[in-house]
């Protein structure tokens, strides 16, 4: 929000720096973005009066005149504005005049005529953005008046940053009353006097709310006769240095009055509303209307309108209607000032794609109790600045009034909460600057009486905020943390966190984080079928954070996909996050462990070079999670599955004590393809209470090894659907005598195997805890493993 300090100034006395200022307000918490300073002392820039215009015999857009500006001679200018008249008086810089934005100007020749001046629009004179034509001075200006006498020093405008939860400070007013706290001194809030000569309003209009929710208050007035044209120039350069364009009395002085109270207003032609009635309904599906932008709207059953007894006239909370905008033929007006519900207009808004100044403030939050306050603002100023005349009364729907928060507090509590010695008095004396009422106070506890404009404070920590903000965040000491032991709480949980995270850590994973909120599009690169599942805001705040995620595993990639594309060559993360899964009872809450990897991980740094094949990345990522699984005392076993995040044939299941608890393999092709991996790209998705499951459990001391160790290899031709799984089963269920350990090194398929077979090498090793092994007693007992093997499993003993 733009706040120009002299406009301020009207609302409270405050002796200051720009700068000191700035500090005040951040330190309070309304962040100071940006301090401009808007016009200048505009050296050598007088009023001048046009006595004289000819045609320029060169050019039919141009034209010569003769200007008076208070010097002994008159100065002839070269000119293209099309407002340009004799008797007209006109910003005139001459010759050897250095403008605003640094240009200084020298005698030219337009066109074969020479130029001793400029005539100046605003954007010239960087007032604003306007260049159509020349800025018009009032026409009692003597000519050579500087023009810094008539338009008034620079303003300083101060830029602010409005916390989402502060809608009260997106006005002038608001702002003022934060700086009346800051500086101890009164807030001054215009007085509105109004003057009702015409028939009673009732008698021009009526209101229906049809959804009281989300509309709670509306209000309407009738003004006849107005005249429309310019408003004045003091409301025309507030309003520009506020980033508002000005149009005319009538629409200026609502936005005028938005600006200084808060509450966005619009003005309808009354002529153009038929049947003498306003309707606040919903709109009906595939509702059409024009808007003020000229843009033909489709509207949803979602929506708020504004209609008449015939159409829609305007989209409520969020933009008017171009049939019933003010014009310069409007002589009746209906002035509208009303409350609606937030995430209403949010939706409207982000739906549509456009957001007013109106909607802005609307999805934040108005104080309802004043909105008819801002309806007399707005009627008082139409009559005084555009000769209107005002009908008795308002229609004022208001179904349902607001009910006033109160708030219980302790004064000590708030004390040990700030962590600063705050005595009660004060605590009472900034309650009072802030307008917030006190009851039931007995020295100990009270109870907060929240003023309506105030809709962030709802419980006694807001309260807390309040006074440690005002009483001064630097006048806080700086304490010791203290932490308590509590004998009886059982933290095991987070310890086990902690360890998981430093096993992968170890294991040479780095940790990412990402939001719960994703979009469709995202999630449907990884699985269209899940749509059902999907847990999504009925009014996010933006497309690509609008729907739950139903899975770990899309973020991870795109992580990956977003250091790829800043020249990462190898990465290698995981994330401990929720997934949201919809199912018939609701939403079911998961805790999951993700992995991702993509480039040469596994590899030495001599042979990075070399592009990484599918089944290196399988294997990669499947020694990683059998590593992440053994550090947590757990024996993973895997499955074969199919997975629409996967690549087919590449994805396996996680299993333990044969529940399903994860997924691994590699990344489908048109994911990958969104942020151009042409590699392969490994993911693992696991339950968290999986792998936690033997956090704590002590492993055995073995004793070690004094004899040593035969090995023997078998290499088995087997059919090829028999999978490795089968063959360790049945190596588990021989349990051969002295069998330390066992493991497949090779799976060939190819040349000198038949086909619809293939061959898995195993190398077995064996060692006595009692005595050394003889070459004879290992034979047999191998030969007899081979055996059982061959039996089981219709296998031959692959030669060589």
Same mark, same amino acid.
């Given at each position: 929000?733009?706040?120009?300090?002299?406009?301020?100034?009207?609302?409270?006395?405050?002796?200051?720096?720009?700068?000191?200022?700035?500090?005040?307000?951040?330190?309070?918490?309304?962040?100071?973005?940006?301090?401009?300073?808007?016009?200048?002392?505009?050296?050598?820039?007088?009023?001048?009066?046009?006595?004289?215009?000819?045609?320029?015999?060169?050019?039919?857009?141009?034209?010569?005149?003769?200007?008076?500006?208070?010097?002994?001679?008159?100065?002839?200018?070269?000119?293209?504005?099309?407002?340009?008249?004799?008797?007209?008086?006109?910003?005139?810089?001459?010759?050897?005049?250095?403008?605003?934005?640094?240009?200084?100007?020298?005698?030219?020749?337009?066109?074969?005529?020479?130029?001793?001046?400029?005539?100046?629009?605003?954007?010239?004179?960087?007032?604003?953005?306007?260049?159509?034509?020349?800025?018009?001075?009032?026409?009692?200006?003597?000519?050579?008046?500087?023009?810094?006498?008539?338009?008034?020093?620079?303003?300083?405008?101060?830029?602010?940053?409005?916390?989402?939860?502060?809608?009260?400070?997106?006005?002038?007013?608001?702002?003022?009353?934060?700086?009346?706290?800051?500086?101890?001194?009164?807030?001054?809030?215009?007085?509105?006097?109004?003057?009702?000569?015409?028939?009673?309003?009732?008698?021009?209009?009526?209101?229906?709310?049809?959804?009281?929710?989300?509309?709670?208050?509306?209000?309407?007035?009738?003004?006849?006769?107005?005249?429309?044209?310019?408003?004045?120039?003091?409301?025309?350069?507030?309003?520009?240095?506020?980033?508002?364009?000005?149009?005319?009395?009538?629409?200026?002085?609502?936005?005028?009055?938005?600006?200084?109270?808060?509450?966005?207003?619009?003005?309808?032609?009354?002529?153009?509303?038929?049947?003498?009635?306003?309707?606040?309904?919903?709109?009906?599906?595939?509702?059409?209307?024009?808007?003020?932008?000229?843009?033909?709207?489709?509207?949803?059953?979602?929506?708020?309108?504004?209609?008449?007894?015939?159409?829609?006239?305007?989209?409520?909370?969020?933009?008017?209607?171009?049939?019933?905008?003010?014009?310069?033929? =409007?002589?009746? %007006?209906? *002035? @509208?000032?009303?409350?609606? &519900? !937030?995430?209403?207009?949010?939706?409207?808004?982000?739906? $549509?794609?456009?957001?007013?100044?109106?909607?802005?403030?609307?999805?934040?939050?108005?104080?309802?109790?004043?909105?008819?306050?801002?309806?007399?603002?707005?009627?008082?100023?139409?009559?005084?600045?555009?000769?209107?005349?005002?009908?008795?009364?308002?229609?004022?729907?208001?179904?349902?009034?607001?009910?006033?928060?109160?708030?219980?507090?302790?004064?000590?509590?708030?004390?040990?909460?700030?962590?600063?010695?705050?005595?009660?008095?004060?605590?009472?004396?900034?309650?009072? =600057?802030?307008? %917030?009422? *006190? @009851?039931?106070?007995?020295? &100990? !506890?009270?109870?907060?009486?929240?003023?309506?404009?105030? $809709?962030?404070?709802?419980?006694?920590?807001?309260?807390?905020?309040?006074?440690?903000?005002?009483?001064?965040?630097?006048?806080?000491?700086?304490?010791?943390?203290?932490?308590?032991?509590?004998?009886?709480?059982?933290?095991?949980?987070?310890?086990?966190?902690?360890?998981?995270?430093?096993?992968?850590?170890?294991?040479?994973?780095?940790?990412?984080?990402?939001?719960?909120?994703?979009?469709?599009?995202?999630?449907?690169?990884?699985?269209?079928?899940?749509?059902?599942?999907?847990?999504?805001?009925?009014?996010?705040?933006?497309?690509?954070?609008?729907?739950?995620?139903?899975?770990?595993?899309?973020?991870?990639?795109?992580?990956?996909?977003?250091?790829?594309?800043?020249?990462?060559?190898?990465?290698?993360?995981?994330?401990?996050?929720?997934?949201?899964?919809?199912?018939?009872?609701?939403?079911?809450?998961?805790?999951?462990?993700?992995?991702?990897?993509?480039?040469?991980?596994?590899?030495?740094?001599?042979?990075?070079?070399?592009?990484?094949?599918?089944?290196?990345?399988?294997?990669?990522?499947?020694?990683?999670?059998?590593?992440?699984?053994?550090?947590?005392?757990?024996?993973?076993?895997?499955?074969?599955?199919?997975?629409?995040?996967?690549?087919?044939?590449?994805?396996?299941?996680?299993?333990?004590?044969?529940?399903?608890?994860?997924?691994?393999?590699?990344?489908?092709?048109?994911?990958?393809?969104?942020?151009?991996?042409?590699?392969?790209?490994?993911?693992?998705?696991?339950?968290?209470?999986?792998?936690?499951?033997?956090?704590?459990?002590?492993?055995?001391?073995?004793?070690?090894?004094?004899?040593?160790?035969?090995?023997?290899?078998?290499?088995?031709?087997?059919?090829?659907?028999?999978?490795?799984?089968?063959?360790?089963?049945?190596?588990?269920?021989?349990?051969?005598?002295?069998?330390?350990?066992?493991?497949?090194?090779?799976?060939?398929?190819?040349?000198?195997?038949?086909?619809?077979?293939?061959?898995?090498?195993?190398?077995?090793?064996?060692?006595?805890?009692?005595?050394?092994?003889?070459?004879?007693?290992?034979?047999?007992?191998?030969?007899?493993?081979?055996?059982?093997?061959?039996?089981?499993?219709?296998?031959?003993?692959?030669?060589?």
């Amino acid at each position: 929000m733009k706040v120009p300090v002299s406009w301020l100034k009207e609302y409270v006395d405050f002796e200051d720096t720009i700068e000191g200022l700035s500090d005040k307000l951040t330190f309070a918490g309304l962040e100071v973005e940006a301090i401009e300073k808007i016009g200048s002392d505009f050296p050598g820039v007088v009023v001048g009066e046009i006595l004289e215009i000819e045609p320029h015999p060169g050019a039919d857009k141009l034209r010569l005149c003769t200007v008076e500006y208070g010097a002994e001679e008159t100065m002839r200018v070269v000119c293209g504005a099309p407002n340009v008249e004799v008797g007209g008086k006109y910003p005139f810089a001459p010759v050897g005049t250095t403008l605003p934005g640094g240009f200084t100007l020298k005698k030219a020749k337009i066109r074969g005529e020479v130029s001793m001046g400029m005539l100046c629009a605003k954007d010239e004179l960087e007032l604003g953005e306007d260049h159509s034509g020349l800025l018009v001075l009032d026409a009692d200006l003597k000519p050579g008046t500087p023009f810094v006498d008539v338009w008034g020093q620079p303003e300083t405008v101060i830029e602010l940053e409005i916390t989402p939860n502060r809608p009260d400070w997106i006005s002038m007013i608001g702002v003022a009353r934060e700086m009346a706290t800051l500086y101890g001194t009164e807030l001054k809030v215009p007085t509105i006097g109004i003057s009702e000569t015409e028939n009673d309003v009732n008698e021009e209009i009526s209101i229906r709310i049809d959804d009281e929710v989300k509309c709670p208050r509306y209000t309407a007035r009738i003004l006849k006769g107005a005249k429309i044209g310019p408003s004045p120039e003091w409301m025309q350069q507030r309003l520009e240095a506020a980033g508002i364009r000005p149009i005319s009395n009538v629409v200026d002085i609502t936005n005028y009055v938005m600006l200084e109270t808060g509450h966005p207003l619009h003005a309808f032609d009354a002529a153009t509303v038929a049947g003498k009635q306003i309707i606040v309904r919903t709109a009906k599906a595939g509702e059409k209307m024009k808007t003020l932008d000229g843009q033909d709207r489709e509207l949803t059953a979602d929506m708020l309108v504004i209609a008449d007894a015939e159409k829609a006239s305007a989209i409520g909370g969020v933009m008017g209607g171009a049939d019933s905008e003010i014009t310069d033929a =409007t002589e009746t %007006i209906l *002035l @509208e000032a009303a409350a609606f &519900e !937030t995430s209403t207009i949010r939706h409207t808004a982000k739906k $549509l794609g456009f957001l007013t100044d109106a909607a802005y403030r609307f999805q934040r939050g108005i104080n309802t109790d004043s909105v008819e306050m801002a309806s007399r603002r707005a009627a008082s100023l139409m009559c005084e600045l555009a000769g209107a005349k005002l009908c008795a009364g308002v229609v004022d729907v208001y179904p349902g009034t607001k009910e006033q928060i109160k708030i219980p507090f302790s004064y000590k509590r708030i004390e040990n909460m700030i962590g600063a010695e705050i005595a009660a008095d004060r605590m009472r004396e900034i309650f009072q =600057t802030l307008e %917030i009422g *006190l @009851e039931d106070d007995n020295g &100990e !506890t009270a109870v907060a009486v929240v003023p309506s404009f105030r $809709l962030d404070l709802e419980r006694e920590v807001d309260l807390v905020e309040e006074i440690a903000r005002i009483h001064g965040v630097d006048n806080i000491p700086t304490k010791t943390p203290l932490a308590k032991v509590i004998p009886t709480a059982d933290d095991s949980r987070v310890r086990a966190v902690s360890n998981l995270r430093n096993h992968l850590q170890g294991l040479g994973v780095s940790e990412i984080l990402n939001y719960t909120l994703v979009s469709n599009p995202l999630l449907d690169l990884f699985n269209k079928e899940n749509k059902e599942e999907r847990e999504e805001l009925p009014h996010p705040i933006s497309v690509d954070q609008s729907v739950m995620r139903t899975s770990l595993i899309p973020q991870l990639v795109e992580s990956l996909g977003r250091n790829h594309s800043r020249q990462v060559s190898e990465a290698c993360f995981y994330e401990l996050g929720r997934t949201f899964n919809r199912i018939k009872g609701g939403t079911v809450q998961t805790e999951m462990v993700s992995l991702g990897m993509m480039g040469p991980v596994g590899r030495g740094l001599l042979e990075k070079r070399a592009a990484v094949s599918d089944e290196e990345m399988f294997v990669w990522m499947k020694g990683l999670v059998e590593k992440l699984f053994s550090s947590q005392h757990i024996l993973a076993e895997f499955a074969e599955q199919d997975a629409p995040e996967f690549e087919g044939g590449k994805a396996v299941s996680i299993l333990l004590d044969g529940e399903v608890v994860g997924c691994m393999g590699l990344v489908n092709k048109t994911a990958r393809a969104e942020w151009r991996l042409t590699g392969p790209v490994a993911a693992a998705e696991i339950k968290l209470e999986a792998l936690l499951k033997k956090a704590f459990v002590i492993s055995k001391t073995e004793e070690l090894a004094t004899f040593p160790s035969m090995s023997r290899d078998i290499a088995l031709v087997l059919d090829e659907s028999v999978k490795h799984e089968e063959v360790q089963a049945l190596i588990r269920k021989a349990n051969p005598k002295d069998l330390e350990s066992f493991g497949l090194f090779d799976v060939y398929q190819g040349k000198g195997i038949e086909k619809g077979k293939k061959s898995l090498a195993y190398t077995f090793v064996y060692r006595s805890a009692k005595q050394t092994l003889t070459d004879k007693k290992v034979n047999k007992a191998h030969q007899k493993l081979s055996d059982f093997l061959c039996k089981q499993l219709s296998a031959s003993l692959r030669d060589g």
